[in-house]
């Protein structure tokens, strides 16, 4: 059974700093995209970043050069370092994991208070 395990969501002033962690289990990552999502009220989800098994990187716009993403293959984890959060920025997030199936974890959410 495949389970992904979303932690480091809360509340943060905006410039301020939160680390988000996915831990999967049941399955092996090293070979499957892995990424962040967000959905705020009212708003479809999107990609925030998305990470290759080649370790490219890709993220939406709004978040780029403010927030990094990263795999560990070994741990079974992905991360998102979030900086510079903006009110803009509130949302639950999602982990993802895409392989031959695509898994997704439970959300936490991020508050940015202006």
């Known amino acids: 059974q495949v389970r992904l395990v979303e932690s480091g969501g809360g509340l943060v002033q905006a410039g301020g700093s939160l680390r988000l962690s996915c831990a999967a289990s049941g399955i092996i990552v090293s070979g499957a995209h892995m990424g962040w999502y967000r959905q705020a009220p009212g708003k479809q989800r999107e990609l925030v970043a998305r990470i290759a098994p080649t370790g490219t990187t890709t993220y939406e716009d709004s978040v780029k050069g403010r927030f990094t993403i990263s795999r560990d293959n070994a741990r079974g984890t992905v991360t998102l370092q979030m900086d510079g959060l903006e009110p803009e920025d509130t949302a639950v997030y999602y982990c993802?994991?895409?392989?031959?199936?695509?898994?997704w974890g439970q959300g936490t959410q991020v508050t940015v208070s202006s």
């Open positions: 993802n994991i895409w392989g031959q199936n695509i898994y």
